[in-house]
């Protein structure tokens, strides 16, 4: 089940709602990454307090550990991690293909090594939205074909045409209602490529559709017009999503893009290496700078590590080696990236969203 309404839009950035079977998700949104059916750090209930409307889960780890008998005896993915809200999971496409020399690719799918044990697994278009159905995903991905920048016109062109004809058997694979299957944009760099790639999967008619390729070597600046560009040519009325956006800065470019849902592992793993996320930019908390610093992590932020602890205490957790450090630093990141969220669609909704974007920016720079 799925439905998204756009309410506003401002430029190119819009905010909506998307209705899903666990619920609804307010967009933009940002995502973070349970890649194993676990926020690192965090427990469910953190994940939510924290802002969070929609995880992210990833299907090469899951297929791998616990596999799909232990999900669906535990009842699907949902009940197995007690997560009740809407759950994304990656179509483990990415994973595979980062896996360079342990994976071997055909046209009728692609056979890897796991990285766990050395045994041989096989991707399908259709075994991966069988996993992504039985396991209860709100929203699947399809098995796309990524490739690693710099690429060639004719190895682009060749993941354009695999994953267009990866995205047709994905559909047909489709059996349950309760689950959304998206598309996956391929075409690097290439303006004419990134157009034939949404040419041929928006005539497949998807529920939604993502931006995939990006954030996998190229500049901020290549990485923004080719979002830019793709985002223009895809359907108002459908939901977008760029994989792999994590920091303040990416997010509110992309969201200028028009994009809506955005996922990464950025704040988790931040906060489990010191690094403190922040409206006013990002600082290494570790730093002798904070050793008596009694000023919350982040004054403009009003999650409860904010309004509770100080940065001198999480330096001297980081210092000590306490885990509660990575934690407590792990839940600000992700509630200041929904902040963040929050007010990029408050300013949506206002019309001073260029206003917004600008102040965002600016502060993060100075
Ligand atoms: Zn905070």
Redesign the pocket.
Known sequence: MIAFSLLATDGSARRGTLQLTHGSVQTPAFMPVGTAASVKGLTPADVRSAGTQILLANTYHLWLRPGLETIEAAGGLHRFMAWDAPILTDSGGFQVFSLQERRTLDPDGVTFKSHLDGSMHRFTPENTVAFQEAIGSDIAMQLDVCVKLPATYEELAASVSMTTAWAQRCRAAQRSPDTALFAIVQGGLDESLRMRSVRELVALDFPGYAIGGLSVGETREEMERTARLTAAALPQSKPRYIMGIGTVRDIIAAVDCGIDMFDCVYPTRCGRNARAMTHSGEFNIRNAAYVRDFSP??PQ?S?T??TTYTRAYLCHLFRAGEMLGSQLLSY?NV??LHDVMAQARAAIEGGNWATWRDAALAAISS
Request: glycine share 0%; net charge negative; charged share 10%.
């Open positions: 992590v982040d932020c999650c590590v904010c600000h509630a200041l």
